[in-house]
């Protein structure tokens, strides 16, 4: 069932974020992935908003959520860590679910280092920490080599190099019930292609190498969920989770699909999703 969202602009430090809130509940924000946009996640927030008050967004930079200045690549984790926990306080009036999959994710687990008050329930999808790998070096080596290409030869040969690198090497297709109409569809691919450019430029590099606070991680992780999909289990995405769950004494609570489930399995996806919020929120 689709639900028309209530759409709006926040004004943040450096950016206005675009941002749309689909029913009503207890809050739910989802993180978009290094693609920065929010409608990929809109048939799993239609899934979830007959209970949930749900919120997605373009993360600053990417497609309906412009720069007011100069892209700071160093504190661009920083800004977009910040930039979730203003939504929150703007949407939610006290702790809230959020979901972060792939570059959200590792926004997700900074913010619940940095803001832990504001989070209920954090479920952190397959995020590319290459830096907590015991091979980091050479998935950091990847990621440094995958912006060269990018440099020299452009962002269509960085794009195949990506998806070879992290096993996904079908097309990602939404099932025929969740597929967007044409237009909004034609919209969104016009939006992503351009997002590339920006994700390439500016996060690439950065992103993966972020070291995550294990101690401070291990002191919520009563409020943590490290997931994974269930379809791709010796691909890079699934494996930085792998190693926080050894770390931190956890297991993998396992998503139906690969690295992006919530996409190709939107419905069984919000369902197993919808069952975990609901047993957390009580």
């Known amino acids: 069932m689709r639900h028309e969202p209530r759409i ?6 450096g950016a206005r974020l675009h941002h749309e809130v689909r029913g009503s509940g207890p809050v739910l924000l989802i993180i978009p992935t290094g693609n920065g946009d929010a409608e990929p996640f809109a048939p799993l ?15 600053r930079g990417f497609s309906r959520s412009p720069m007011l200045r100069p892209v700071d690549d160093e504190r661009r984790l920083t800004e977009d860590v910040d930039d979730a926990r203003r939504l929150l306080v703007h949407v939610a009036d006290g702790p809230a ?23 209920r329930t954090l479920i952190a999808h397959e995020p590319p920490l290459a830096s907590v790998l015991p091979d980091s070096a050479h998935w950091l080596g990847f990621y440094a080599d995958l912006y060269t290409t990018f440099r020299q030869s452009g962002v269509e040969a960085a794009r195949k190099m990506f998806r070879e690198g992290m096993g996904m090497t079908t097309p990602t297709r939404a099932p025929e019930g969740s597929a967007l109409p044409p237009d909004r569809l034609a919209e969104m691919l016009t939006r992503l292609r351009r997002n590339q450019l920006f994700w390439f430029e500016h996060e690439i590099r950065t992103y993966p190498a972020f070291l995550p606070d294990i101690e401070a991680l291990r002191t919520f992780s009563d409020r943590l969920i490290l997931a994974g999909g269930t379809t791709a289990r010796e691909h890079f995405p699934y494996l930085p989770n792998v190693e926080l769950a050894g770390r931190l004494g956890t297991e993998i609570m396992h998503f139906p699909g690969g690295h992006v489930g919530y996409v190709t399995h939107p419905d069984e996806f919000a369902a197993m999703l919808g069952s975990v919020l609901d047993a957390r929120t009580g």
């Open 8 to 13: 709006d602009t926040l004004i943040v430090p």
């Open 45 to 59: 927030a239609d899934a979830l908003a007959d209970r949930y008050t749900v919120i997605t967004y373009d993360r």
């Open 97 to 119: 679910h959020v979901l972060g999959s792939s570059s959200g994710a590792v926004i997700a687990l900074a913010l619940l280092e940095r803001h832990p008050d504001r989070l």
